[in-house]
């Protein structure tokens, strides 16, 4: 059975202004105050999240308290966060084609399977990985592959950040990047994607042609 493991915020969850909301709330930090501010620094400076964390100046020792607490505002704000436009067709066309659906997320848990729910979209996954951490998700991803006898041949990436990119690679793993999460077009290609997709309705015959490739090599 081929697989297909999803990134969820920015790349299902539209939830990047309450992301840059609550990080406002938690630091204080005046340069989140203003959601189109981050936008035009994200987008010019091409930044991916590690390098705007760091650019806070935010301690180390300050980030899983930060990440903790974080999830639990959003917990209380979940509701009003959006799917991306194209997504639920997206999903039902790989549930169609018999693909199995996972998450693997710095999210919580409980976070992602209340919004899936309440979209109505959970029937769609067999399993929700949450709570990776800020930066720790290749050994949740590891997790998933050993838990559901998946590798590079049965299962593809999807997400929305460099450091996606860079973590699937460093796992062999193919890696779809979407651009209409965090990180821009720019800085995704510069880590060299497995593909690039610009719009949902694409997903499901990149993801075709990707596994078709690495079965045919």
Do not use: C
């Amino acid at each position: 059975m081929n697989a297909v493991i999803f990134d969820f915020d920015g790349t299902i969850a539209d939830s990047f202004d309450a992301v840059i909301a609550i990080a406002h709330k938690l630091t204080g930090r005046k340069q989140l105050a203003d959601i189109d501010h981050v936008k035009a620094m994200r987008d010019n400076n091409h930044m991916g999240l590690k390098h705007a964390v760091f650019s806070l100046d935010i301690p180390h020792w300050r980030l899983p308290w930060l990440v903790s607490r974080g999830r639990r505002i959003m917990s209380d704000n979940i509701h009003s966060i959006p799917v991306f436009e194209g997504i639920e067709e997206a999903l039902a066309e790989l549930a169609h084609e018999q693909f199995e659906l996972f998450v693997v997320t710095s999210n919580s848990r409980k976070n992602v399977e209340r919004f899936l729910s309440e979209k109505e979209l959970i029937s769609y996954f067999k399993k929700i990985y949450g709570g990776a951490g800020l930066f720790g998700k290749g050994r949740l991803l590891k997790r998933v592959l050993k838990e559901n006898s998946l590798s590079s041949n049965t299962a593809v990436y999807v997400g929305d950040e460099d450091r996606d990119v860079v973590m699937a690679r460093q796992l062999k793993l193919p890696i779809v990047a979407v651009t209409w999460g965090y990180n821009s077009e720019e800085l995704l290609l510069k880590h060299q994607p497995s593909a690039i997709v610009k719009d949902p309705k694409q997903l499901a015959t990149t993801i075709d042609k990707l596994l078709l490739k690495v079965e045919n090599h």
